[in-house]
């Protein structure tokens, strides 16, 4: 059997694997169910294992099938990269750059970097979205994203990182709360076992554990609360509940009514914000953005 063959097999199992019903699957792929199905039994005995289990109201997939499905996505993305690359190169195009941002931080340095791509390179095709860190890490291995901006640390060897800004740490207070009046900076021992909001750890664990690191470093950190992003977050606090630490840049853009921002004493928490890729990447246009880091 052709390598054309067995790709397309692939192609037909990941589908199936997403679907998990050999109609639906069949109706997305533009062939018949039984020519579906027949495939799928073709690659079932080419790999020796069946991949699938097959029920009255769809299929589920098989333990090899699961282990299977998600090694061939990685595989269908690096083929379908390729084939991007390959098509631009003969159409004279300067290629494509699939580029996450990450939600807690957009402006300043980060959009003034992918300007400053955008009129270097205008020739490239920009692929654009938005996620959380721990998405854009996965998206970056998988072979989905060519480069992403995310909340370091990011703990990942197959990963190279550069920082494009630090930003600082704020306190965030209900407008009336004792500590949100003054001058002089909150001491961490003012805060201390306040009730605190925070946004769930599994979004971006690096800068979750940095920041409790740094704003609560002898304990006291009491999470009574989590929302699912910055905006909520500072909602949240605006409520007259909690308190939040959040990056300067995001607080100060969204200018949430009720809440007051005030700086920690020395040393000044930060969090960054890097560049992340894939150290084995062969895309021109990761490099040529990356360079703009020089």
């Not at 080419?46 to 097959?54: I, M, T």
């Not at 195009?93 to 205008?122: E, M």
């Not at 894939?278 to 246009?285: E, G, I």
């Amino acid at each position: 059997m052709d390598a054309w063959s067995d790709l397309r097999r692939l192609r037909y199992f990941a589908v199936l694997a997403e679907e998990l019903h050999f109609t639906r699957a069949a109706a997305r792929l533009h062939i018949a169910q039984p020519a579906l199905s027949q495939q799928i039994r073709a690659l079932e005995r080419q790999l020796g294992v069946p991949l699938v289990h097959r029920t009255s109201r769809g299929c589920t997939l098989t333990e090899v099938g699961r282990r299977v499905a998600a090694e061939t996505a990685r595989l269908l993305a690096d083929v379908d990269a390729g084939t991007a690359r390959i098509r631009d190169l003969v159409q004279g195009r300067g290629g494509r750059l699939r580029l996450a941002y990450t939600r807690s931080a957009r402006g300043g340095p980060v959009d003034a970097l992918v300007a400053r791509f955008r009129t270097a390179h205008p020739d490239v095709e920009v692929v654009a979205e938005t996620a959380w860190t721990a998405p854009n890490v996965a998206g970056l291995l998988a072979g989905r994203l060519d480069a992403a901006f995310v909340r370091p640390p990011v703990d990942e060897p197959a990963l190279a990182c550069r920082t494009v800004d630090t930003e600082e740490l704020l306190l965030a207070l209900p407008a009336g709360h004792p500590l949100a009046t003054g001058r002089r900076r909150i001491t961490r021992a003012e805060v201390v076992d306040l009730p605190a909001v925070m946004w769930p750890r599994a979004n971006g664990p690096g800068m979750f554990d940095r920041t409790i690191a740094q704003v609560w470093p002898h304990g006291g950190f009491r999470l009574v609360r989590q929302e699912p992003d910055d905006e909520q977050l500072l909602r949240a606090v605006a409520q007259g509940d909690v308190v939040a630490a959040v990056p300067a840049g995001r607080a100060r853009a969204l200018k949430v009514p009720g809440v007051r921002l005030r700086r920690f004493a020395a040393p000044t928490p930060t969090v960054d914000v890097g560049l992340a890729w894939h150290r084995d990447t062969t895309n021109p246009a990761v490099h040529a953005l990356v360079a703009l880091l020089d």
